[in-house]
């Protein structure tokens, strides 16, 4: 029996040709690279797993700002990951999260923990790989 209470995600993906791919989600398009070749204009399988952790991040900082009551003016995430051949996966992924604020030392360390803490896609990606990363704040501009 499904749990009806339990979030519930759905995304299709259509292959365009031999150089392309679509994922749809929602009135939202994705373009996808799935040419052996590679396609610039498209974020690759690995490149989307990123994104879906910093998306994630952002997300999770969207929601415990207005229970933390923390002020920002702003967040920036960069994350690289390191991928392994044999077998094929994120062998290690770092992130730097960079959040423009004038909050205390103390609150940037909460805000990172509740990051690490309630990110669904950061918690399945955790398991699988070296998560690591810093959260810090943006050099003041002089």
Request: hydrophobic share 40%; aromatic share 4%.
């Amino acid at each position: 029996m499904l749990d009806d209470k339990k979030m519930r995600f759905r995304v299709e993906s259509d292959r365009l040709g031999a150089h392309a791919s679509q994922s749809t989600c929602k009135q939202a398009v994705i373009a996808l690279d799935t040419d052996l070749s590679g396609n610039v204009q498209a974020f690759n399988p690995a490149e989307l797993l990123l994104a879906a952790l910093s998306a994630c991040m952002i997300k999770g900082i969207e929601r415990v700002t207005p229970i933390l009551k923390f002020e920002l003016r702003g967040v920036e995430v960069t994350i690289d990951g390191v991928r392994q051949d044999v077998p094929p996966k994120m062998e290690s992924i770092r992130y730097t999260i960079v959040v423009d604020t004038d909050e205390t030392d103390q609150r940037l360390k909460l805000l990172h923990e509740n990051v690490k803490k309630y990110g669904t896609v950061f918690n399945t990606v955790a398991l699988g790989t070296d998560l690591q990363g810093v959260l810090i704040r943006k050099a003041a501009h002089v």
